[in-house]
């Protein structure tokens, strides 16, 4: 507001100066179609790092048994819950991912893939069953074990695109919100 009252008053004090000089005011107005998108906020948008565009809890059950020769085997049950996130590491975009020409933006992302390999939430694994001693290497391996079963269930062509398409949506407004009328999402090869 002050600085339309600044703008203002200039305006009005150059007027009457020129009026006294007698002098003609040529004023202007030009209006462009064509729409900027700077280097400042293209980095802007890199510095989000990761964003996430689909989030999917899974539950594991994982057992395993060590055979005893003499006595009762050894068996341990765990349950494993995690949470895996698909999304784009902007920090991986290639040099000149963002193209325009007038008024349509096209955007060339990194692949959608999951973003941790460190899903799964140990405060909330829980022992189903246990006998016998289990050291810490065995219970890694079942964390392992574990882990690759959820990506193999969550991982699917369908929530790749799925996510994909979160990211279309979301990608879509935020460039509209630079006055673009069309934007074009693109998704780089796996790599």
Known sequence: MIIIAAAVAFCALLLRRCHEDKQLIDISVESSDSIDITPAQI???????QWEFLAMADEEMVDTVRRRTLGRDDRLVR?????LRL???LSQCRENWITVHGDTLTASLPPVRLLSNHFIDEARTRSFYESGDWNARAKEQMYWKAARQ???????PANLRLAEDN???QFTALFRTFGFKTVEIHFEEGW
Do not use: W
Not at 44 to 49: C, L, M, T
Not at 150 to 156: A, L, S
């Open 167 to 169: 990211a279309r949506e």
């Open 150 to 156: 959820m990506r193999h269930r969550m991982m699917t």
């Open 43 to 49: 980095r802007s948008i890199e510095r989000i790092g």
């Open 87 to 89: 999304g784009v590491d």
């Open 79 to 83: 349950i494993y819950k995690g949470t």
